[in-house]
């Protein structure tokens, strides 16, 4: 399913109001995600570098939002017709 494509930029600034909203620092997501430094997790939100699934998928669960929703430019779920099968 097509849909409006969002830049990194925006990515990226939903990432940072997402961690601000929650009080956190580059740092404490660094440390909640396995990085050594808040230099991994900052190179996610400056849009360096995209995280791996297992990344996004532990950002969403912290931050409280879908995968899609934080990531909607790099992890496309199309829509299924139906139910699950």
């Known amino acids: 399913m097509f849909h409006e494509q969002w830049s990194v930029g925006e990515m990226n600034h939903r990432l940072k109001q ?7 620092t ?4 660094a440390a909640m995600l396995g990085y050594r430094s808040k230099s991994g997790y900052a190179m ?3 849009g360096r570098n995209n995280p791996p699934l297992h990344i996004a ?9 879908d995968v ?3 990531f ?14």
């Open 72 to 85: 909607t430019d790099l992890y496309d779920i199309p829509e299924r017709k139906g139910g699950l099968s």
């Open 68 to 70: 899609h929703t934080l």
């Open 44 to 46: 996610i939100e400056n």
């Open 18 to 24: 997402a961690r601000k909203a929650l009080g956190y």
């Open 26 to 29: 580059q740092s404490d997501l």
């Open 57 to 65: 998928l532990k950002l969403s669960g912290i931050l409280g939002s």
